[in-house]
Each structure stands twice: as structure tokens, then as C-alpha cells.
């Protein structure tokens, strides 16, 4: 029985089941992540007929949410630097 075991057609094709769906998941991400962040650059006749990655595409908006996001935390530049010590500063700088 240990013999024909590795002969049997049963044991290749359930041996293939989780091979071939681990390739073809891997492939997928694969090119999630690729047609996330390439091309940098459009590619074709944009704005309909080109691609251009997704993060590239939104990176200004990305950048303002960001922005605003980051100021909104910290409040206004006078807060700011009326929350720092100039000595303390100074000190770090010399």
C-alpha cells in the first residue's frame, strides 16, 4: 500500500488543490501591490484611457489630508512655540 501511495491519481489531486490556490493568491497580491504604487508616472491617454498607480494618483490629496490632520493636532504655530522653552532649544543647537 506505501508503494502505489505517491502513484495514486487521487493523492496528486488533492495535493494540487492548496498549491495551485497558494499560487494563485499569492498572484493576486502580487499585483494588488503593483497596481497600487506603479506606475509612479500615467501610462496611456489619461484620464481615460491610462492608468497610473493608486498612491501616486492620490499623492496631493494624500499630502493635504496629511497636513491637515498633523496641524490640526498641534494647533496653531504661535501654540506651538509658545509650548517651547527657547533655552532648552538653544542648548540643543550649540
Not at 495551485?20 to 481615460?48: D, H, I, Q, S
Not at 499630502?63 to 532648552?88: C, F, H, I, K, Y
Request: aromatic share 12%; no cysteine; net charge negative.
Amino acid at each position: 500500500m506505501p508503494d502505489n501511495f505517491f502513484f495514486n491519481i487521487e493523492f496528486w489531486k488533492y495535493l494540487s488543490i492548496p498549491v495551485v490556490a497558494a499560487l494563485v493568491g499569492w498572484g493576486t497580491n502580487w499585483l494588488a501591490v503593483k497596481m497600487t504604487f506603479y506606475p509612479v508616472e500615467p501610462l496611456g491617454k489619461p484620464p481615460f484611457l491610462g492608468w497610473q498607480g493608486i498612491i501616486p494618483s492620490k499623492a496631493a490629496k494624500m499630502g493635504a489630508v496629511t497636513a491637515d490632520s498633523t496641524l490640526s493636532r498641534l494647533g496653531t504655530l504661535q501654540e506651538l512655540l509658545n509650548r517651547m522653552d527657547p533655552e532648552t532649544i538653544a542648548d540643543h543647537l550649540v
